[in-house]
């Protein structure tokens, strides 16, 4: 079993921007306690659980430099005086979901907070966009403030979602064969609880997710169309499929920009083909939901009892890979001999095989094959040529080929020696 199976199950979650930027005006150690101690967790708690959320992601902090939990070894090395809380509202939250079968996982930045410059630089930390060193020694330091937190939590955070690990980041940080690394950065992770699941977040997943390294167990998945990402099984590599999006206008900020339809269907289109999916939602000043988010979180809690019922899906489904045009999609429907064709390119861009099942469905026009089974080993792309028979008559046929994945509908006049010349878009 995967550490990601503890996501499968639970399918999909609720993340909260604790954040002290959302608080408008000048903050102080003693707004922020007061803030913090504000934070109702066990009203929050029986939202979720009337709800259905399986787990809740938490913001300990960003870039302001204010943390919800306390740590002396951030404290000491920030040397600017306390910004930690004297609460610990991430073990607090942790205690009252658990007693109600959630699970709770932190959002943590994998950089200091870059608002503040003094904390910045007492940490080292340079831009990695316009400095080309490695950064061993602010690694280090960070690595070990996390590694108190996770040791201070132990078993009660079930994972991590690290933010801030563009692909530049990843690269100049954290890609080499020794320490400090993606796995050195791992260990401190986990350092409390060995079973708990990593994210890092490299950026924007629309339309397709990735994982950046193998030490990690589920994908960052942050997008802004969920209801536009390919998930194509329960699996990205050895990574558990999962995306993250915003319930509001944007994140932790906002009106709904769903109906709960609409987010019944988006949240659908990740967990039905295996996948997880996380929603950021506003909090109000004591950190609960207000009612307009929560009847969304309803709806999409409801629907997402009964995919847990069902028997589990394989890790692999039959991909559904969006279709990769020629330069030019190339066809022809001619009136006189009554027939036609149509040629276009598939094209795997994964990084491992997959089966793609092609229909093609016509008015005004039959295809032939109408359905077709192509496999594509990685980087693989083949072109599929279709016989086309326009029905007697007709001026104009309309063909939509559909992957399962993405629809394309085509307008093809009948004339005589006619050439479609437009992309295939």
Known sequence: MTRGE?????????????????????????????????????????????????????????????????NPVYESICGIGPRCSRRDLIRDAALALERRGIGLLVYLPANPPMLVPEIVEAFGFHDPLSWSGRQAEFQRR???????????????????WIDGCYFDTCDKLYRHPDAPNFTSFAASLRSGNPEALIA?????????????CDDEDYTAGECQNP?????????????????????ADWWGVGKPRFTPDEIVAASANITRHGGVITWDVPFEPDGSISEAFLTLLAA???????????????????????LSPLDRLKGSLSENQNQGSLAFTLANT????????????????AAEPAVCRVELAPGEKRELEFRLTPAPGIREAHLRIDNGFRSFQLRLPVRRRFNLESPLE
């Open 6 to 70: 503890y996501l499968y199950r639970k399918r999909w979650g609720v993340l909260l921007h604790f954040l002290s930027d959302l608080f408008p005006g000048a903050m102080t150690l003693d707004r922020w306690n007061r803030i913090v101690d504000g934070f109702d967790v066990e009203k929050l708690g029986d939202q979720l659980e009337k709800a259905g959320a399986g787990y809740l992601m938490l913001a300990a902090g960003q870039n302001s430099g204010w943390f919800c939990s306390p």
């Open 142 to 160: 960070w690595e070990a403030v996390i590694r108190h937190w996770a040791l201070a939590w132990g078993g009660l955070i079930k994972g991590w």
């Open 200 to 212: 890092w977040n490299p950026g924007v997943a629309d339309p397709e997710l990735f994982t950046v």
């Open 227 to 247: 209801g536009s990402v390919a998930v194509l099984g329960r699996f990205e590599g050895q990574a558990q499929s999962h995306v993250l999006s915003y319930a």
């Open 300 to 322: 999409v809690g409801a629907s997402q009892s009964e995919l847990r019922r069902l028997p589990d899906l394989p890790e692999r489904l039959e991909a559904r890979p969006s």
């Open 350 to 365: 994964r990084a491992r095989t997959i089966v793609n099942r092609l229909e093609l469905h016509g008015d005004g026009v």
